[in-house]
Every structure is written in C-alpha cells, then in structure tokens.
Nanobody, 128 residues
Framework: VQLQASGGGLVQAGGSLRLSCAAS????????MGWFRQAPGKERELVAATSWSGGSAHYADFVKGRFTISRDNPKNTVYLQLNSLKPEDTADYYC??????????????????????WGQGTLVTVSS
C-alpha cells in the first residue's frame, strides 16, 4: 500500500485545515487508518484512528472535539479535519495503515508499530 498525504500548510491560530491521505495498492477497506503527528524533538503520537468501515474512531485526549477523522473507502482516502487549531498543533502529520479489519476495541491504535505502511508527512504550522 502506498499512502500520499496532502493538505498541510500555514494557518493562524483558530483556523482550520483538512488533511487528505490517498491510498493505492491493496483494498483500502482491509486497513485500519490512523493519523499521527510529530513535532521537532518529540515522539510520534496518535492523533486519531478510524476502523476499516469508518464506523468507529479513536482520538487522542488533546483533540478534545477539535479534529474529525473520516474515510471514503470507494475513493481510497482518509481525511483529518482540523478545527480550532492551536500553535501547539504545529507538527508533521502522517497517515498510516494497519492491516486489521476488526473492531478498534481490539487494536492498540496508539502504537506506531501496529501500522504497516506510512505516508510521507505533511507539515501543519499554526501561527499565534
């Protein structure tokens, strides 16, 4: 599976962005999809993950209702809507695919090692 992330950019605090991640290769619906982020000097952390169907999602505590993950399986694309952005949201954002099509309750979505494929990062910069 090849993943191509896009949609990052420079935005003022309080603004919004929508990140996209287009997948190609094996059937998209086989995969749990996640968005991670990594700021300079920090470890990569989960932002959000969605089940193979898009019917359930996990969010990091710091999201607090500001971000929404969604997926369009016919279009082989997963999205991350970022609202009410804060300067501390500045990071490279990565999409990732884990070969798992079960319930999210049985999957440690926060662990990078549980994802088999990674896209390149897309940089989100939030100015104050």
């Amino acid at each position: 599976v090849q993943l191509q992330a896009s949609g990052g950019g420079l935005v003022q605090a309080g603004g919004s962005l929508r990140l996209s991640c287009a997948a190609s290769g094996r059937p998209f619906s086989y995969y749990t999809m996640g968005w991670f982020r990594q700021a300079p000097g920090k470890e990569r952390e989960l932002v959000a993950a969605t089940s193979w169907s898009g019917g359930s999602a996990h969010y990091a505590d710091f999201v607090k209702g500001r971000f929404t993950i969604s997926r369009d399986n016919p279009k082989n694309t997963v999205y991350l809507q970022l609202n009410s952005l804060k300067p501390e949201d500045t990071a490279d954002y990565y999409c990732a695919a884990g070969f798992y099509s079960g319930s999210l309750s049985g999957y440690a979505t926060h662990l990078p090692r549980n994802y088999d494929y990674w896209g390149q990062g897309t940089l989100v910069t939030v100015s104050s």
